[in-house]
């Protein structure tokens, strides 16, 4: 997946509207994915996230369209933004319609929202 060029478009939300969209909406609504290495989630995590990690891409690449919904509001996590924008691309290659990417990742999280989440 990391040799793939963006092609698309990527929509953002930011780390305050996540928190504002995590507060205020059932979260039947949305799907929430942390693309990060299980020991990343260990050290840092957001509640209610779905782990798919993309150095397990094979594990779990021909799964998501039976667990996920395409057509629901799907927002990615990663540390900075990177992976998750890698992760946001690829949906989208799936035929996924409402992909957003958590821009700065849990880090800005960390900063701008919830300073008990400890950084790394």
Not at 14 to 35: G, M, Y
Not at 46 to 73: A, C, M, R, T
Request: aromatic fraction near 8%; include cysteine.
């Amino acid at each position: 997946m990391s040799e793939q060029l963006f092609t698309q478009p990527i929509s953002e939300i930011s780390v305050q509207e996540l928190e504002k969209l995590l507060k205020t909406v059932p979260k039947t609504d949305f799907q929430l994915i942390d693309v990060r290495e299980p020991q990343e989630i260990e050290m840092a995590k957001i509640e209610g996230f779905v782990n798919y990690p993309l150095s397990q891409y094979s594990e779990w690449s021909d799964k998501i369209l039976v667990e996920l919904d395409p057509h629901q509001e799907t927002l990615i996590l990663c540390h900075h933004g990177m992976r998750s924008a890698q992760m946001c691309q690829w949906l989208i290659q799936q035929g996924f319609t409402q992909v957003k990417n958590i821009n700065g990742g849990i880090d800005a999280y960390s900063i701008l929202v919830n300073p008990r989440i400890p950084r790394y």
